[in-house]
T-cell receptor, first 116, second 115 residues
Framework: DADVTQTPRNRITKTGKRIMLECSQT?????MYWYRQDPGLGLRLIYY???????NKGEISDGYSVSRQAQAKFSLSLESAIPNQTALYFC???????????????FGPGTRLTVT | GNSVTQMEGPVTLSEEAFLTINCTYT??????LFWYVQYPGEGLQLLLK?????DKGSNKGFEATYRKETTSFHLEKGSVQVSDSAVYFC??????????????FGQGTILTVHP
């Protein structure tokens, strides 16, 4: 079973609709992230959470909100979807690795969202 | 702020050709540097990393050396295979401060290898 799962994997929605993307992890990591990927722009950070009580905006948080329901769950919501939010969305987790003395991020498989 | 610039793609090579994907960065302090690979339909996977100047990261025949004097972390492979076809992302992570743990990505380079 995958360590980081995302649901749904694909979604088509209409402008103005509210939509939630969900992320779950079994790695036991405290830190979780949401990114969006656009062609030619790489991945950009939307929100991140360092623990259940901690939520932080990333570089492109406008139009998005998040909820950290538990250590293992981090949801991304689009309150009123618009076409330029069409993108591939990735969830990631990280934690301190004692062996390498560094943080490494582990990515989910992505959710392809299309807003028409 | 931090930034990562990768060479423009897409890159198309024949099997067994030599690969170089350039990556340069701008950052304060001493960031860690990474290469991630994204195979079709999958999420990103860590390919290799280097955490200090002159370190060489290597994995699956790929290598990259952390060059602080040229702020570069170019990815190389001596003989590519069709199975290496993917999108490659260069990334950096700040060593400390409030941004600790967050990654800054380049725009990605599409590699296609033909038999």
């Amino acid at each position: 079973d995958a360590d980081v799962t995302q649901t749904p994997r694909n979604r088509i929605t209409k402008t103005g609709k509210r939509i939630m993307l969900e992320c779950s992890q079994t790695k036991g990591h405290d830190r979780m992230y949401w990114y969006r990927q656009d062609p030619g722009l790489g991945l950009r950070l939307i929100y991140y959470s360092f623990d259940v009580k901690d939520i932080n905006k990333g570089e492109i948080s406008d139009g998005y909100s998040v909820s950290r329901q538990a250590q293992a769950k981090f949801s991304l919501s689009l309150e009123s979807a618009i076409p330029n939010q069409t993108a591939l969305y990735f969830c990631a987790t990280s934690d301190f690795d004692e062996r390498s003395k560094s943080y490494e991020q582990y990515f989910g498989p992505g959710t392809r969202l299309t807003v028409t | 702020g931090n930034s990562v610039t990768q060479m423009e793609g897409p890159v198309t090579l024949s099997e067994e050709a030599f690969l170089t994907i350039n990556c340069t960065y701008t950052a304060t302090g001493y960031p860690s540097l990474f290469w991630y690979v994204q195979y079709p339909g999958e999420g990103l996977q860590l390919l290799l990393k280097a955490t200090k100047a002159d370190d060489k990261g290597s994995n699956k025949g790929f290598e990259a050396t952390y060059r602080k004097e040229t702020t570069s972390f170019h990815l190389e492979k001596g003989s590519v295979q069709v199975s290496d076809s993917a999108v490659y992302f260069c990334a950096l992570r700040n060593a400390g401060g409030t941004s600790y743990g967050k990654l800054t990505f380049g725009q990605g380079t599409i590699l296609t290898v033909h038999p």
